[in-house]
């Protein structure tokens, strides 16, 4: 259903959460999950507001699907974070997602463009 605070129907999110992480993680080599939660609201205008209870979960799979591969490293501080990198599976996954994105995306722009009289 669509969510009025957010402006958009959360359904059409839910089957791209993971192509946006797994863009996020081949662009910025190795990332967290805090990270990717922040970057994804900057970069979208505050337009998508990830919580924790929806990118942890999908990082999970994502790595139990063997398309990321997650590392624990200590801090400085003695924190220790998990650290996502892509794997070359995930790294196909992600080009065939970008091009069904695309021809979606050229479709959906053909079908909703005024017709020519």
């Known amino acids: 259903m669509a969510n009025s605070s957010r402006g958009y129907d959360s359904d059409l999110l839910r089957g791209n959460t993971d192509s946006l992480l797994l863009y996020l993680i081949n662009e910025q080599g190795q990332t967290y999950g805090y990270r990717l939660i922040k970057e994804i609201g900057?970069?979208?205008g505050g337009?998508?507001?990830f919580k924790e209870?929806?990118?942890y979960p999908a990082l999970r799979k994502l790595e139990n699907d063997g398309l990321i591969q997650g590392e624990w490293k200590r801090?400085?501080?003695g924190q220790e974070r998990r650290y996502y990198t892509m794997t070359e599976r995930g790294r196909e996954l992600l080009n065939e997602k970008l091009a069904m994105w695309q021809s979606f995306a050229s479709a959906m722009a053909l079908v909703m463009k005024p017709a020519a009289s």
């Open 42 to 44: 900057e970069r979208s």
């Open 47 to 49: 337009y998508f507001q």
């Open 75 to 77: 801090l400085p501080n």
């Open 53 to 55: 209870g929806t990118v």
